[in-house]
Each structure stands twice: as structure tokens, then as C-alpha cells.
């Protein structure tokens, strides 16, 4: 069956410190994967999709970067962190064409 | 108006109550629909997929209504543990993220 593990779960940062975020998916290949965040008492917001190695969609102008590096590894990055940065990030994977997304248990972030 | 919209709630209802969500969409190309639940600082979780003809899982009912633009959820004998954030997921693209789009969800509390 299909896992996904999302690391850390928690994470305290100052502003302008750097971040990165893995998330690694395993028993599927070639998936699509995501970056959401949620901020406190929010919706989803997706920061970026990948439908392959090296393929990388930003959806909103930002602070942040992805990274695809390997088939099912996704990397959520920032060189400096903003306060307005701090939330519930989520990954998450799909197969193809109609099928769900599934989360990872998401990463809670605060920029003190 | 947005893409997919649902009542923010919050929906409190006894136990053993039967509740409905709505959720309507503005895109009629859109192709799949999901329903997902998340727990309080958790990930969201897949509840059921929606099928054109309706589908039910225990004492979830879901359907589809293409004409409208709406989807349902049914939850029938509400337990406590049903007390959550439901959220609506509509896809109108094909297997592209882009056009994944979550609701803002429904808060429900199942009351003892």
C-alpha cells in the first residue's frame, strides 16, 4: 500500500532563517505531488504541484521553493522565512487523472 | 463567486441525528468530486470519492447533482466521533492540481 511521511511535525523558526521541509511518498511511482498550506482557521492554499522529476508549478508568487530531486521525494523550501509564513503545511500525492490526493501528517510551523 | 462554495456551519446536532452539507461548484467541466474530513490540527483525510449515480459507505451517503452543481454529504446516526471539518474537493481539470479546488469546509459538532 501507498505511504506518505512528512518531516518535522513540528517546527519553531526565527525570521530569516532558512527552511526545508521533506516529504517522501512510497509504494506508487510517478505520482503528482503537492504542497498546500493552511493558515490558522483557514482553507488549503497550494503552493506548488510537481507531475514529475524536475517539474515544478508554483501557484502563488512567494518566499518558498520546491525541489523534485527524486521520483517521490518533495522538498518545501525557503532561503528566509517570513512571519507571515507560519502554518500547517501539508503534502500530499495523487495518481493519475481523477484520482484523490493523500496528505502526509503536515509539518506546523512558527516564525517567531 | 468561487469555484466551489460550502456553509462554513458550525453545524451542532445531538447524537444520533442525521445531517446533510451542500456544496456547490461553478465550473461545469469539472469531472471529480471528493469528500474529506479533517480533525482538529490534523491532515485531511479522504472520506468518499462521489459517483455520478450516488454512493454510500456505512452511514455516509454522497451525491452528485451535475444539473445543479452541487454535491452532498449525508451523515445519518451522527457519533461523536463524526464532530470535524468536512471538506468538499471538486477537480475540473485532468490529473492537474490546478484544478483541484477545496472548499472553505463545514464544521460539524456532534453533541452528547
Known amino acids: 500500500s501507498q505511504t506518505i511521511h512528512q518531516w518535522p511535525a513540528t517546527l519553531v523558526q526565527p525570521v530569516g532563517s532558512p527552511l526545508s521541509l521533506e516529504c517522501t511518498v512510497e509504494g506508487t511511482s510517478n505520482p503528482n505531488l503537492y504542497w498546500y498550506r493552511q493558515a490558522a482557521g483557514r482553507g488549503l492554499q497550494l503552493l506548488f504541484y510537481?507531475?514529475?522529476?524536475?517539474?515544478i508549478s508554483s501557484e502563488v508568487p512567494q518566499n518558498l521553493s520546491a525541489s523534485r530531486p527524486q521520483d517521490r521525494q518533495f522538498i518545501l523550501s525557503s532561503k528566509k522565512l517570513l512571519l507571515s509564513e507560519s502554518g500547517f503545511y501539508l503534502c500530499?500525492?495523487?495518481?493519475?487523472?481523477?484520482?484523490?490526493?493523500?496528505f502526509g501528517n503536515g509539518t506546523r510551523l512558527t516564525v517567531t | 463567486r468561487k469555484e466551489v462554495e460550502q456553509d462554513p456551519g458550525p453545524f451542532n446536532v445531538p447524537e444520533g441525528a442525521t445531517v446533510a452539507f451542500n456544496c456547490t461548484y461553478s465550473n461545469s467541466a469539472s469531472q471529480s468530486f471528493f469528500w474529506y474530513r479533517q480533525d482538529c490540527r490534523k491532515e485531511p483525510k479522504l472520506l468518499m470519492s462521489v459517483y455520478s449515480s450516488g454512493n454510500e459507505d456505512g452511514r455516509f451517503t454522497a451525491q452528485l447533482n451535475r444539473a445543479s452543481q452541487y454535491i452532498s454529504l449525508l451523515i445519518r446516526d451522527s457519533k461523536l466521533s463524526d464532530s470535524a471539518t468536512y471538506l468538499c474537493v471538486v477537480n475540473s481539470g485532468s490529473g492537474s492540481a490546478r484544478q483541484l479546488t477545496f472548499g472553505s469546509g463545514t464544521q460539524l459538532t456532534v453533541l452528547p
Open positions: 500530499a500525492w495523487s495518481g493519475q487523472n481523477n484520482s484523490p490526493l493523500h
Open positions: 510537481s507531475v514529475g522529476i524536475g517539474q
